[in-house]
């Protein structure tokens, strides 16, 4: 019998992670990136409860470990590069956790372990999507067309193909930051313990080594929605720039390396929420369909699950309205409870003044270290994952002849 033919849209971790699954049930799988190569910025994520799992029977859970950052923990410092506090790592839900690995290194992973089975098409993205009795025609911005089966959308947060399928259905929730990645040259001042900084004005500036010489910063800033997101990349390396000029410690020396910077990624902290997650023969999985945010620090976790989900339900339903009703009321409830953020985020670890934040050093400063970490859910981007173990995952692969 010939295959069914699936199109993935994004390759970044959702969308590869399909692909293995897929592929190991017997479909056949093309992925369309949109960026002419993969995407390769950003800082640590890591890899935790039911993704962990799924890691593991990938057989990547070694792979994953041995592109560790080396990360030691995270160290909360004031402008004098003076530590307020620490948070070591693996003696906290928070900061540094077991299975952390730079975001680029992890797709390229995934990229390497599923290219020999699965087609990769980059630099171009899906225009127009039409449905017919047998499958979906779709037309590419390079102006090719060719029908599949079935397609999903795992093209993050600012999907334009969710937007093809489901117009403005699903909103876009935003939670008062902006956040930017982007890589630096190391320097002295750079050792294996992450540093967090406060400035003034309701910025952070979080610094992270890495496995491969160089550093990682972030810049986040509460604001509400401006639309930076949208503007071209020069432009939001002004924003920055005007946002940190004054903002102390090491900003000067980060902010003198944005020009020459090529990996940037900046971005309205948001949440995806949509009522649905298919329509017809196409479907979402990922941040396209329920981003949790950073902050929840369960965005590549539930990427993976859901990649996951989805596979398993395709495989074992033969009707594919059965497999996508299936996927969403097996996820549904898990992304809902990792979408849920603690009081708090993202304000508390953002205050305003240099009052506020002398306030909140002199409080990290007084209370005992079991407190420091229960605070320090609130302001860290890893927040402490309250769905360990909340959702059981199917034995897919057992109930599958390939
Ligand atoms: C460059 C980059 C850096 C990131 N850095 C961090 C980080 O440091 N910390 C963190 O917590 N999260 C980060 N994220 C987000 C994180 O990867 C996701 O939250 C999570 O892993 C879920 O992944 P995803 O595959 O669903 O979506 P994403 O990781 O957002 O990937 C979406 C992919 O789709 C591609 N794409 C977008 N539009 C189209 C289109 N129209 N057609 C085809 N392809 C398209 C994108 O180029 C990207 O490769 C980053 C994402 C990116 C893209």
């Not at 980059?122 to 390079?142: D, H, P, R, S």
């Not at 902006?178 to 610094?207: E, K, L, M, Q």
Request: aromatic letters at 10%; proline letters at 5%; one cysteine or more.
């Amino acid at each position: 019998m010939k295959p069914t033919t699936v199109l993935i849209s994004g390759a970044s971790i959702a969308g590869p992670t399909l692909a293995f699954w897929l592929t190991r049930f017997g479909f056949q799988t093309t992925i369309v990136e949109r960026a002419d190569s993969l995407r390769l910025g950003g800082q640590n994520i890591d890899i935790t409860g039911a993704a962990q799992k799924i890691v593991q029977l990938m057989g990547i859970e070694d792979d994953i470990r041995a592109a560790n950052t080396g990360e030691l923990g995270v160290c909360f410092v004031d402008e004098h590069n003076i530590s307020k506090a620490e948070l070591p790592k693996g003696e906290s839900t928070v900061g540094t956790r077991e299975l952390e690995i730079l975001r680029g290194d992890l797709a390229k992973l995934l990229f390497d372990l599923t290219k020999d089975k699965v087609e990769y098409i980059f630099g171009t993205q899906i225009v127009q999507l039409t449905e017919g009795k047998t499958g979906v025609t779709v037309a590419f911005q390079n102006g090719i067309e060719q029908q599949f089966d079935l397609v999903i959308c795992a093209d993050g947060i600012r999907s334009k193909t969710r937007t093809l399928l489901f117009g403005d259905e699903p909103t876009i929730r935003p939670l008062g930051l902006y956040i930017s990645y982007f890589t630096i040259p190391r320097s002295a001042t750079d050792t294996n313990w992450a540093r967090w900084y406060n400035a003034p004005g309701s910025r952070v500036i979080f610094i992270r080594p890495d496995n491969e010489g160089t550093t990682r910063v972030s810049f986040s800033f509460l604001s509400d929605p401006k639309g930076y997101e949208r503007l071209p990349v020069s432009e939001q390396k002004e924003i920055l720039k005007k946002k940190f000029a004054d903002a102390g410690w090491e900003a000067p020396r980060i902010l003198a390396e944005l020009d020459a910077n090529q990996d940037i990624y900046f971005d309205g902290i948001s949440q995806v929420m949509a009522p649905r997650w298919s329509e017809g023969r196409c479907a979402m999985v990922g941040d396209a369909a329920f981003c949790p945010s950073p902050l929840s620090g369960m965005g590549t976790s539930l990427a993976i699950v859901g990649a996951y989900v989805l596979a398993g339900e395709l495989a074992r339903n033969a009707d594919y309205r059965q497999a996508f009703a299936a996927y969403e009321s097996l996820l549904r409830p898990y992304v809902n409870q990792v979408q849920k953020l603690p009081p708090g985020v993202p304000w508390a670890a953002h205050p305003k003044t240099k009052f506020g934040i002398s306030l909140f050093y002199a409080g990290i400063r007084l209370i005992s270290s079991r407190l420091v970490k229960r605070i320090s859910d609130l302001f860290s981007s890893k927040t402490k994952d309250p769905t360990e173990d909340k959702i059981i995952l199917p034995d897919y692969w057992k109930n599958t002849s390939i």
